[in-house]
Nanobody
C-alpha cells in the first residue's frame, strides 16, 4: 500500500516535497515511480527509483526534481524545485515488482497510491 502526501499551492519558482509512504513491503524488492496527470492529459511518468536505487527523470523535470528514498522510514520523496505552472497536476506514486530498473510507463506498475494535487501559480 502507498500513501502520497505533500501537495499544495505554490508560486512559480517555489518548491514542494512530496512523500510516498509504503506499508506491507520493502523498497529493495520494488521500484517506485512518480507520475502526474493534468486535466485532459495522459498520465505522465515523472521519475522513478529502482529497487537497487537507480533513478530516472523525465526530460521535463530533470535538474529540478530529485527523487530519494529513506528505507528506515519506508518512504520515497520527490523534491520539486523551480516549479513551473506546467507542473500543475495530480501526482501519484506507484509500485512495481521490477527491481533492477524502473519503468516510465504506468502500465508497468502494479499498485498505486492516491493522488496529491500540486498547483503552481504564475
Amino acid at each position: 500500500q502507498l500513501q502520497a502526501s505533500g501537495g499544495g499551492l505554490v508560486q512559480a519558482g517555489g518548491s514542494l516535497r512530496l512523500s510516498c509512504a509504503a506499508s506491507g513491503f520493502t523498497f529493495d524488492d520494488y521500484s517506485i515511480g512518480w507520475f502526474r496527470q493534468a486535466p485532459g492529459k495522459e498520465r505522465e511518468g515523472v521519475s522513478c527509483i529502482s529497487g537497487i536505487g537507480d533513478t530516472y527523470y523525465a526530460d521535463s523535470v530533470g535538474g529540478r526534481f530529485t527523487m530519494s528514498r529513506d528505507s528506515a522510514k519506508n518512504t520515497v520523496y520527490l523534491q520539486m524545485n523551480s516549479l513551473k505552472p506546467e507542473d500543475t497536476a495530480v501526482y501519484y506514486c506507484a509500485g512495481s515488482r521490477r527491481v533492477y530498473d524502473c519503468s516510465r510507463s504506468p502500465y508497468d506498475y502494479d499498485f498505486w497510491g492516491q493522488g496529491t494535487q500540486v498547483t503552481v501559480s504564475s
